[in-house]
């Protein structure tokens, strides 16, 4: 290389070859412990994060464990009567759990077709100039609070239900599904377009090339190709759903009962979160309601952890398509 080639060098290569090849030992010292005490920081905060998570795991079986080690957990989980302060106290929790599950789904057959649309318009529709505009918009959804949510159920959705609809009351299973519907989706058009963007272009092409229209590409192609991530999105926004709180608090009715017939979304119903939510400040402590509201809580834990693994194991499909580890 002449010497005209080396003044045409941007001034990054002539600072770099500038510096010695042999660093001093304070130098030396500096960038080690540098490089060791970060990556202590960095493990510390990691392993904090993580033991506050088994701290609070062992903490709820620790209050649990004496319910359980004195009444039936067949009998907890089988039975419905939840009498916690009668003479004779019934701790069944089937209609609590029946409850949480009948809201989550009647949630997700709302907001998953809706999602997984909108994840479409995003990501193959319209420019990437508007996506940049909407998607943030859709995501802010999930910044307002839930008692913002359930003030809305109780004070618009409920007497619009029984004047328009002819309910006999306002708080049931539908306003809540409804407004947990809206709560999800935020997680899954995020999750779902995230999924649909890592198809990537060159499959797009390909598809085009072989004559397909975009119609095609998209439900043939694209989709098939990211249904892990979109499996995933509708977990996620399953355990948005099933772990709320303030929203069935104030809009499900809290009514300890199984619908009957199922299928009457007008009945007010009760939750797992809910019942926790409104009975713990109330009840003493040490006392068999008060480990049985710690014995939901776990179950409910549980639960939830189950689908935190699934969406995972999906989460983690989707990072390997996409050429990412994770």
Known sequence: ????????????????????LLLTYSQDIRGFLSFHIGRTALFIVTCTSVLSVLLI?????????????KFSLLEFLTS??????????????????????????????????????AAIFLSDIVSFEIRNIVKPVIELLAAIPSVAYGFFAVMVMAPWMQQKLGFSTGVNA??????????????????????????????????????????????????????SGIIAAVILGMMRAIGETMVVWMA????????????????????????IAGDMGETAKGSNHYRALFTVGLLLLVMTLCLNIVSEYFLSRTAKKSGKSK
């Open 57 to 69: 795991f062992s903490f709820i079986f620790i209050e649990a464990l004496p319910f359980l080690t």
């Open 80 to 117: 419905k009567a939840w009498y916690p302060e009668a003479q004779s106290p019934q701790f069944g929790s089937l209609a609590l759990i029946v409850g949480s599950i009948y809201v989550t789904v009647t949630a997700m057959i709302f907001s998953v077709p809706v999602g997984i649309f």
């Open 1 to 20: 290389m002449n010497n005209a080639n080396l003044n045409q060098l941007p001034e990054a290569t002539a600072d770099a070859r500038s510096q010695p």
């Open 174 to 227: 539908l306003n809540a599904s409804f407004v947990l519907a809206v709560m999800a989706l935020p997680t899954i058009i995020s999750v779902a377009e995230d999924s649909m963007s890592a198809a990537g272009r060159e499959l797009r092409e390909a598809s085009y090339g072989l004559g397909a229209t975009r119609v095609e590409t998209m439900f043939k192609v694209v989709i098939p190709s990211a249904h």
């Open 252 to 275: 499900s009715g809290n009514a300890s009962q199984i619908p009957y017939p199922w299928w009457d979304l007008s009945q007010s119903i009760r939750t797992m979160t809910a019942t």
